[in-house]
T-cell receptor, first 112, second 113 residues
């Protein structure tokens, strides 16, 4: 079983608040990813990282930012949450030599 | 823009039948293909990957790849109600800093007992 964790699992927050979604993995994987998934829709890559101090934007334009100060930690921050940010956010990690991605349990965010 | 297309379904099969899930992709240069299963409200989990043309079997699952037709499929034999889930097809795409997976919308499978 993959050791990748996300907190909180569920979050309901008001418009304008700053939030940070946490993602940690204990597998020592260099590559980490953030996806956004609306119900019944595909996963959209919003950020990825290939190692410490490396972050890139993905396909889907996102107002979120990420940081990678430690290998095991890849938090995602929304400076000012809006209802359009309501979605499920999935974090994943991958060993550099293999293509299998391990997913965390996800954070379901609702902005009111 | 690289794309992965799947029929969203739902695909309904009776218990014990063969379920066939299909996926097409736009990038002829794609080399690696993945099938993930996602139960409702859960995260995706990898069930198979395939790199070479032909068939790859793992238990009740068989992945089939035809690069000339840009087509990859997943067969589930002896389908069980526990197989009811959304199946996501994914291919590797190249980005500025490296590679990442692009996922299709998924096909929802319903197996009735």
């Amino acid at each position: 079983e993959a050791d990748i964790y996300q907190t909180p699992r569920y979050l309901v927050i008001g418009t304008g608040k700053k939030i940070t979604l946490e993602c940690s993995q204990t597998m020592g994987h260099d590559k980490m990813y953030w996806y956004q998934q609306d119900p019944g829709m595909e996963l959209h890559l919003i950020h990825y990282s290939y190692g410490v101090n490396s972050t890139e934007k993905g396909d889907l334009s996102s107002e979120s930012t990420v940081s990678r100060i430690r290998t095991e930690h890849f938090p995602l921050t929304l400076e000012s949450a809006r209802p359009s940010h309501t979605s499920q956010y999935l974090c994943a990690s991958q060993d550099r030599d293999f293509y299998e991605q391990y997913f965390g349990p996800g954070t379901r965010l609702t902005v009111t | 823009q690289k794309e992965v297309e799947q029929n969203s379904g739902p695909l309904s099969v009776p218990e014990g039948a063969i379920a066939s899930l299909n996926c097409t992709y736009s990038d002829r240069g794609s080399q690696s293909f993945f099938w993930y299963r996602q139960y409702s409200g859960k995260s995706p989990e990898l069930i198979m990957f395939i790199y070479s043309n032909g068939d790859k079997e793992d238990g009740r699952f068989t992945a089939q790849l035809n690069k000339a037709s840009q087509y990859v499929s997943l067969l589930i034999r002896d389908s069980q109600p526990s197989d009811s889930a959304t199946y996501l097809c994914a291919v590797i795409a190249t980005y500025q800093a490296g590679t990442a997976l692009i996922f299709g919308k998924g096909t929802t499978l319903s197996v009735s007992s």
